[in-house]
Antibody, heavy 121, light 114 residues
Framework: QVQLVQSGAEVRRPGASVKVSCKAS????????IYWIRQAPGQGFEWMGW????????KYAHKFEGRVTLTRDTSISAVYLELTRLTSDDTAMYFC??????????????WGQGTMVTVSS | SYVLTQPPSVSVAPGQTARIPCGGE??????VHWYQQKPDQAKPGQAP????????DRPSGIPERFSGSNSGNTATLTISRVEVGDEADYYC????????????FGSGTKVTVL
């Protein structure tokens, strides 16, 4: 079935970096953009950026520019989120999500299970 | 940035109708999507499920009891004949090319089935 499977939970110290993976299966990897969206504990969703798995192009929310990098490996149908200079405000569940194929209006139809990133000294 | 406003909670008895509003300036001119996120006491933040896209289209597998509308300054997700299994947080979302960030979510509404 169509799914996105993310890497496991991470714990980092303030100032460190983290890299989270998201592996796609069950569909043509290069045909749909992948988005990264995070959710702090008890909070709503915050869009961080997207990557075009085909050409590798990216776009980031201004808030994260300079700290976030999205990459992909087409040989294994995976995308990666790297976030640097972590602070306690980055403690959140990080989701990858696929841009929906049935609309051109930027919905997200498949989500990964989430990766909890905890930043603590 | 574009702001989407949702009430924190809506309560409804089983079998009744739940209406979840999502307010935004001229939201009727935009396309609204809705997500359901069920609680999991074992872990924070269960993966959301798309329950409505393009204002009123249901993805496959979503019951016909779910419907959507969008006009003026309010979009609404309606759940008819509510079941205990519908208890969850519901989030609206739009894309706004003139906003930063461009992909905006509402703050979420917790639907409680009494």
């Amino acid at each position: 079935q169509v799914q996105l499977v993310q890497s496991g939970a991470e714990v980092r110290r303030p100032g460190a970096s983290v890299k989270v993976s998201c592996k796609a299966s069950g569909y043509s990897f290069i045909d749909s953009y992948i988005y990264w969206i995070r959710q702090a504990p008890g909070q709503g969703f915050e869009w961080m950026g997207w990557i075009n798995p085909n050409a590798g192009g990216t776009k980031y929310a201004h808030k994260f520019e300079g700290r976030v990098t999205l990459t992909r490996d087409t040989s294994i149908s995976a995308v990666y989120l790297e976030l640097t200079r972590l602070t306690s405000d980055d403690t959140a569940m990080y989701f990858c999500a696929r841009e929906a194929v049935k609309t051109t209006n930027y919905a997200f139809d498949i989500w990964g299970q989430g990766t909890m990133v905890t930043v603590s000294s | 940035s574009y702001v989407l406003t949702q009430p924190p909670s809506v309560s409804v008895a089983p079998g009744q109708t739940a209406r979840i509003p999502c307010g935004g300036e001229n939201i009727g001119m935009k396309t609204v999507h809705w997500y359901q996120q069920k609680p999991d006491q074992a872990k924070p933040g269960q993966a959301p499920v798309l329950v409505m896209y393009d204002d009123s289209d249901r993805p496959s597998g979503i019951p016909e009891r779910f419907s959507g509308s969008n006009s003026g300054n309010t979009a609404t997700l309606t759940i008819s004949r509510v079941e205990v299994g519908d208890e969850a947080d519901y989030y609206c979302q739009v894309w706004d090319s003139s906003s930063e960030p461009s992909y905006v979510f509402g703050s979420g509404t917790k639907v409680t089935v009494l």
